[in-house]
């Protein structure tokens, strides 16, 4: 991410901020839905390699035969657990899709659900509560042990009481699961949740069975791994991890021999082993300068260049418990002077796309609304909505804008907006850059001491609700004391409105589609008129495949199917 490559680091803390819940779980900063991000600067890069030595670089040997036909991977980040019960993380989320199953998935390719371990979608009661679940039986595990309802029943009991990073994802919406036939499954819901079906496809709802794992609290498997899915976990260690092909997979067989994935120490030794031949395939972590000499030598170089477009929503969190961002005319004038096609060229050298709502612009839902408000860099209309507020050259608007220090892609575009804000308004606007480590920022954004944050957000799954819920509710507060609990709390927002819970509480029952994208225009239009967040950009993906090299795609889902890729 981004430059591109830093932004897919991030979503192993971000993600960590963005309800009261989930700051927690995410970045391991406390136990909740931790979705903020603290790796806002870093990314991750998987990199597909043939076979044959890569010369040493200090992140590890290289994996993989010169004759195999065996795909190597590099990649700049780690997998901190393989347990699905607690990994929160975009690399391990790969590794379980490719190790393990889940109830269903998305067709290659779209984003129509299919079933997987299912035999076919669910069927729902009247009431939106009880998902009836049909499943496969001609299924075993990597150990040969079978799998049936009760197995997969044990494995979402397991993912709810473990208290692992992710566990409110299915312990906040699930009431009871039940085995209610040999291969059955029977999930019953708190409240109706449209989205339900969309979050099975969630990678910590894996199965793994019951003799090498336990339900109890705090208890996880890092190291190790056994599932269902096309690919054994061979070995696991900081600097490689192999997966060999599981022959006995109940789906399509892999297209190779399987994979081995080398963890490099920096983007530069990444670029440097993809460019003379040591890697298939590099996939992220690389900054835009490297992506764009990559783009520019594809032709002289013999390498492919494939663009995909993701659902990471990169935006600024505006906290309206400090004045005089408490005044809505504060917080759309600085909206005015947002300049995305500027950040995108100067930053990202045009390997971004400018973002006008929290929802990324592959849903059918996404409407530009900050763009229809405000546009970009108005500072006309930005000096109208700051006069109104009281301010003058004698009395200028001070805009402190915090970010991570470890985020080089977020310091960019902080000093960025210092530059253009006070070029577009002298006298007017001073605008303050600040930083701190990130454990301290998205450890302290829920108590309210930063004004204004750079922040990214990366979805749990491919649904509306993950870009609204996470960041427009509140549990507990009021228009007067605002959010004091809840997700816009732990985003630092604390944005309180009782039409935006009312809203996000109709969009998550209602059952109909057309209806449901009409609630969620409404809500955009929120988002709009009270600007408690400001959407920024949305990152490309690039993944650079060598010639010869078939089958790389980065799904509409950011998913990577790994059996997909061919050696030719």
Same mark, same amino acid.
């Given at each position: ?70 795909? !190597?991977?590099?990649? &700049?980040?780690?997998?901190? $657990?393989?347990? #699905?019960?607690?990994? +929160? *993380? /975009?690399?391990? @989320? ?102 339900? !079906?969309?979050?099975? &496809?969630?990678?910590?709802? $894996?199965?793994? #069975?019951?003799?090498? +794992? *336990? /339900?109890?609290? @705090? ?51 990444l670029y440097n082993t ?68 500027l950040v995108n060229e ?34 006309e209309t930005a000096r ?185």
């Amino acid at each position: 991410m981004v430059l591109l490559g830093w932004f897919r680091l991030l979503k192993s803390h971000q993600r960590w901020l963005s309800r009261p819940l989930a700051m927690a779980r995410r970045a391991g900063l406390r136990p909740s839905l931790l979705k903020f991000a603290t790796l806002f600067s870093l990314c991750f890069a998987l990199v597909v390699g043939c076979g044959g030595s890569t010369p040493d670089d200090g992140a590890g040997d290289t994996v993989g035969e010169p004759t195999s036909n065996r795909v !190597t991977i590099g990649t &700049t980040l780690t997998a901190r $657990t393989l347990d #699905p019960a607690d990994a +929160y *993380e /975009i690399f391990p @989320g790969i590794l379980l899709h490719n190790l393990g199953d889940q109830l269903y998935a998305y067709e290659p390719g779209g984003t129509e659900l299919i079933p997987q371990l299912a035999t076919e979608l669910p069927t729902v009661s009247d009431d939106g509560l009880v998902y009836t679940i049909p499943l496969r039986e001609d299924v075993t595990f990597h150990d040969g042990t079978p799998f049936n309802a009760a197995v997969m029943a044990f494995s979402i009991q397991r993912f709810m009481d473990n208290g692992g990073r992710p566990a409110f994802l299915l312990s906040e919406k699930i009431d009871k699961v039940e085995a209610s036939g040999d291969y059955e499954l029977t999930l019953t819901l708190k409240t109706p949740f449209a989205a339900f !079906t969309s979050l099975l &496809t969630f990678w910590g709802v $894996t199965p793994v #069975p019951e003799a090498d +794992y *336990e /339900i109890a609290e @705090g208890s996880f498997v890092p190291d190790s791994f056994i599932g269902t899915g096309p690919y054994k976990l061979a070995s696991f260690g900081s600097d490689a991890i192999k997966l060999d092909v599981n022959e006995d997979y109940w789906g399509e067989a892999p297209a190779n021999d399987g994979i081995d994935i080398q963890i490099f120490t920096s983007s530069a030794n990444l670029y440097n082993t993809f460019k003379t031949g040591g890697l298939d395939v590099a996939y992220q972590t690389l900054d835009p300068d490297q992506i764009a000499s990559l783009e520019r030598e594809a032709d002289a170089g013999g390498w492919q260049v494939i663009e995909a477009g993701t659902t990471v929503v990169n935006y600024m969190s505006l906290n309206q418990k400090i004045p005089p961002l408490n005044d809505v005319r504060v917080r759309q004038a600085i909206a005015a002077m947002i300049d995305r096609p500027l950040v995108n060229e100067r930053v990202f050298q045009g390997q971004s796309e400018p973002l006008y709502s929290l929802i990324p612009t592959s849903f059918d839902a996404y409407e530009p609304v900050m763009k229809s408000a405000n546009g970009d860099g108005d500072f006309e209309t930005a000096r109208t909505l700051l006069e109104e507020a009281g301010f003058s050259e004698e009395n200028p608007f001070t805009f402190e804008i915090w970010y991570p220090s470890a985020s080089t892609t977020r310091a960019i575009v902080a000093n960025t907006f210092k530059e253009s804000f006070e070029a577009g308004l002298p006298g007017l606007v001073q605008v303050e850059v600040q930083t701190t480590e990130s454990a301290t920022l998205w450890g302290n954004i829920s108590e309210g001491i930063y004004p204004a944050v750079l922040a990214n957000w990366y979805p749990d799954y491919y649904d509306v609700d993950t870009f609204i819920q996470p960041f427009l509710s509140c549990d507990k507060g009021s228009e007067a004391t605002l959010c004091e609990e809840g997700a816009s709390q732990s985003n630092g927002s604390f944005y309180y409105s009782e039409k935006a819970n009312e809203l996000i509480a109709a969009q998550r029952a209602e059952q109909d589609p057309a209806a449901r994208d009409a609630i969620v225009q409404e809500i955009q239009a929120l988002l709009k008129a009270d600007v408690p967040y400001i959407p920024l950009w949305q990152n490309k993906d690039y993944v650079f495949a060598q010639d010869g090299v078939d089958g790389v795609a980065i799904q509409p889902t950011q998913q990577f199917l790994l059996w997909q890729i061919s050696k030719g």
